[in-house]
């Protein structure tokens, strides 16, 4: 239901009824698409018959969802981090190597230049640790996966941890994974 107005609103201005030079969101509208566009990466990560369609809307969706964090009015930096993690999880698994690296890499910066730990570092090292799996960089791989786990091991909320475990075997790892 929530697409649907969304696009209706969409229509209606592709529509000519807001005649506009430029059009801005309300940027309520960019925290709402923000998380949104989230969930639905999410859903395609977990759908088990994704087709080409869904891969690509997928990608389209976790760009999207950093962008509109962006211009949230509840934007905070690690919003930013936890885009790129995101956008280089969908890299990783369509197996696009290059890209999942390049935007775990940027998640990397950003980690370290907002100095955050626990959830977000693992994170950040689970993100190079698979982007280098599928680079087929066993040494890197192993450095990462290894600072994966002992910041994983650092997460202090218990469900919090679990979550980043779960992840941490999950696939792809290029069949690098200990």
């Not at 395609?44 to 962006?70: C, E, T, V």
Request: net charge negative; hydrophobic share 40%; charged share 30%.
């Amino acid at each position: 239901m929530r697409w649907f107005i969304f696009v209706i609103f969409i229509a209606n201005l592709s529509m000519g009824e807001q005649k506009m030079d430029k059009y801005e969101l309300d940027p309520n509208i960019h925290h709402y698409m923000g998380i949104e566009l989230n969930m639905q990466v999410w859903n395609l990560l977990g759908k088990p018959d994704r087709d080409q369609n869904d891969n690509n809307r997928m990608i389209a969706f976790a760009k999207a969802s950093l962008f509109h964090w962006y211009n949230s009015p509840n934007f905070e930096p690690v919003n930013a981090q936890r885009g790129e993690w995101m956008i280089s999880r969908v890299y990783a698994v369509l197996n696009r190597a290059d890209k999942a690296l390049e935007h775990s890499q940027n998640c990397l910066k950003l980690t370290e230049e907002l100095k955050l730990e626990g959830f977000d570092l693992a994170y950040a090292y689970e993100a190079m640790a698979r982007a280098q799996a599928l680079s087929g960089n066993k040494s890197e791989f192993e450095k990462y996966f290894k600072l994966a786990e002992e910041a994983g091991e650092k997460i202090s909320d218990k469900e919090s941890k679990e979550i980043f475990f779960g992840d941490l075997k999950s696939e792809p790892w290029n069949g690098m994974k200990k």
